[in-house]
């Protein structure tokens, strides 16, 4: 079975401050793993995402991650937030079952960044 | 940023009544995906199409739901009949191949 399981269901920083998210992941297969982040209301942006190589992955608006497989974690860092950075913090696995791909999600956590 | 457009937004209906939504995903993009997404954060896979086949679908969408990918048209979701527990936010995703997914605004679904 394949669990992503995000320890953290609220964060609470300064503007200006560091931030990391924390990931763990359980899958057996090939990894597969990204971070989405969700605004209040919306959809599900992209933000990075990790297949292989490099176990640090860069991506959009500052953020990185970190990919360790000897902690079976994924955690999402950014070294200075912003107030627009507020929002719930989804981190994925794309598992393979029955014969197709499909995104197994993290229970969320919501970044409140104060100004 | 994603280019995977999804109508309506919002949509409000009775129990019983049908719940009918669309996706155009992104242009090049194979792969569509919907997922529910409820109150507490949790989401669901419900359905997913390679060019106009479906690959997988859970028992619920098989029973309650229809969808489908046409070609040329854009794909879409609908609850035959609604009931309160379909209340949800309806995501949308397209992908490339399958495993990268670029997802769409939503359809938030309230069911009275």
């Known amino acids: 079975t394949q669990t992503v399981s995000q320890s953290d269901a609220h964060v609470t920083v300064f503007e200006g401050d560091s931030v990391e998210l924390r990931c763990n992941y359980s899958?057996?297969?090939?990894?597969?793993l990204s971070w989405y982040i969700q605004h209040h209301g919306r959809g599900l942006q992209f933000l990075l995402k990790y297949y292989s190589g490099n176990p640090v992955v860069q991506g959009v608006n500052g953020f990185e991650a970190e990919f360790s497989k000897s902690d079976s974690s994924f955690h999402l860092r950014k070294a200075s937030v912003h107030w627009s950075d507020s929002a719930v913090y989804f981190c994925a696995v794309s598992a393979f079952s029955s014969g197709s791909w499909q995104l197994i999600f993290g229970s969320g956590t919501q970044l409140t960044v104060m100004p | 940023n994603s280019k995977v457009i999804q109508t309506p937004r919002y949509l409000v209906k009775g129990q019983g009544q049908k719940a009918k939504m669309r996706c155009i995903p992104e242009k090049g993009h194979p792969v569509v995906f919907w997922y529910q997404q409820n109150k507490n954060n949790e989401f669901k896979f419900l359905i997913n199409?390679?060019?106009?086949?479906?690959?997988?679908q859970i028992d619920m969408t098989e029973k309650r739901f229809s969808a489908e990918c046409p070609s040329n048209s854009p794909c879409s979701l609908e609850i035959q009949s609604s009931e309160a527990g379909d209340s949800a936010l309806y995501l949308c995703a397209s992908s490339p191949g399958q495993n990268e997914q670029y997802f769409g605004p939503g359809t938030r679904l309230t069911v009275l």
């Open positions: 199409f390679q060019n106009q086949e479906v690959l997988q």
């Open positions: 899958y057996g297969g090939s990894i597969y």
